[in-house]
Structure formats: C-alpha cells, structure tokens
C-alpha cells in the first residue's frame, strides 16, 4: 500500500503491521488461530446459506403502469425486508449493482462469508396479492406491452382466417373447374 494510507489509517486502526522479523514471527504464530477462526466462521455461514437458499423477500412499492418504480429498491430496503422474513442481513453483505427500477422478481447476491454466497430473491410488487403471483413465477405485463401484444395475436388472427379463406376459394373453384370438364364428356358419349 501507499505509506500514507499504511501510516494514517491500517496502522493505527492496527489492521495492519509493518514486515518486521518480530511482527512476521508474531503472525506466523498467530496463522493457525487465525485460520481456525475463519473456518468456523465458514461453517456458521454455509449453514446459515443452507437455511435461507429459497428466501424470498417482498417488497411492497408504488409503481406507474410501465411497471417503473416512482423510487427504487436499495441494499437496505432489501436488508429490512430480510429482517421482517427472520433472516438478518447487512446491507454491506447485498451484491447490488445498481437499485431496482422495475416491478418483477430479482435475483440478489448476498455474501454471507468471503468464501460463501447465497442467491435469494427479491420480489417488487403493488399489492400482496400481485406479489405472490410473482413469486409463483408469474410475470408482469406493462399496459403499452400488452396492447401490442393483443394487436399482433389480433393480426395473427386476421391472417390465418384470409389464408382459410383463400384455401376454401380455391378449393371451390376447381369443384367448379371440374364440374365443366365431366358435362363436356358427357354428351361426348351420347354420340
């Protein structure tokens, strides 16, 4: 590191030594300790991932018809929500990129232990009853979406019905084309 950072903050704060003979003779002694410490550690945390692996937060937010979120969801909206399931969670533990704009179903890293991270989700939804319809993996519409989406079944439709009829015409029309031809063979055998 920079001397200044060593000098004004990992020194003090004792988050740090400097590579003495004396300090590396201390570590290597305290290694094991060390090491011990942060396999439990590991197994609290692999046994607490083991609990919450299918833990779904609700989040209940005012949202506009294109589904956006008038604010949005945190680390800590998302901790909170956590802590109201039983599970507690820091925000510094959440992996979130960027806050959550949008209604839907989330998936959301949290890191339990630098060597152990669960996935949970988090559900943004208007309502509770819209919320569990999420969490059984449904999966929201927006107003402008959906009436694109009724107008290209509508044309879909209108399609297939022209092809049905044009198939019934054509099929029509060589009853019709057949019906000459056997009247012009008929009065080919009277003679």
Same mark, same amino acid.
């Given at each position: 590191?920079?001397?200044?950072?060593?000098?004004?903050?990992?020194?003090?704060?004792?988050?740090?030594?400097?590579?003495?003979?004396?300090?590396?003779?201390?570590?290597?002694?305290?290694?094991?300790?060390?090491?011990?410490?942060?396999?439990?550690?590991?197994?609290?945390?692999?046994?607490?991932?083991?609990?919450?692996?299918?833990?779904?937060?609700?989040?209940?937010?005012?949202?506009?018809?294109?589904?956006?979120?008038?604010?949005?969801?945190?680390?800590?909206?998302?901790?909170?929500?956590?802590?109201?399931?039983?599970?507690?969670?820091?925000?510094?533990?959440?992996?979130?990129?960027?806050?959550?704009?949008?209604?839907?179903?989330?998936?959301?890293?949290?890191?339990?232990?630098?060597?152990?991270?669960?996935?949970?989700?988090?559900?943004?939804?208007?309502?509770?009853?819209?919320?569990?319809?999420?969490?059984?993996?449904?999966?929201?519409?927006? /107003?402008?979406?959906? =009436?694109?989406?009724?107008? +290209? #079944? @509508? $044309?879909?439709?209108? *399609? %297939?019905? &022209?092809? !049905?009829?044009? /198939?019934?015409?054509? =099929?029509?029309?060589?009853? +019709? #084309? @057949? $019906?000459?031809?056997? *009247? %012009?063979? &008929?009065? !080919?055998?009277?003679?």
């Amino acid at each position: 590191v920079k001397p200044g950072f060593a000098r004004n903050f990992l020194l003090p704060q004792k988050k740090a030594l400097r590579a003495t003979k004396d300090n590396i003779a201390y570590f290597e002694s305290q290694r094991v300790t060390l090491e011990a410490q942060n396999l439990e550690r590991r197994k609290d945390a692999e046994a607490v991932a083991a609990k919450m692996g299918d833990l779904k937060v609700i989040l209940i937010r005012q949202a506009s018809e294109a589904l956006q979120l008038y604010g949005s969801v945190t680390s800590r909206d998302i901790a909170d929500g956590a802590s109201a399931t039983g599970v507690k969670l820091e925000r510094g533990q959440i992996e979130l990129d960027k806050p959550i704009k949008t209604l839907g179903a989330h998936t959301i890293k949290v890191h339990l232990h630098p060597e152990v991270t669960v996935d949970i989700v988090a559900v943004v939804a208007r309502s509770p009853d819209e919320a569990d319809f999420l969490a059984k993996g449904g999966k929201l519409v927006a /107003e402008t979406e959906r =009436a694109a989406l009724e107008a +290209a #079944e @509508a $044309a879909q439709r209108a *399609a %297939e019905q &022209a092809a !049905a009829l044009f /198939e019934a015409k054509a =099929a029509g029309d060589e009853v +019709a #084309e @057949a $019906a000459p031809a056997e *009247a %012009e063979e &008929a009065p !080919a055998d009277k003679k």
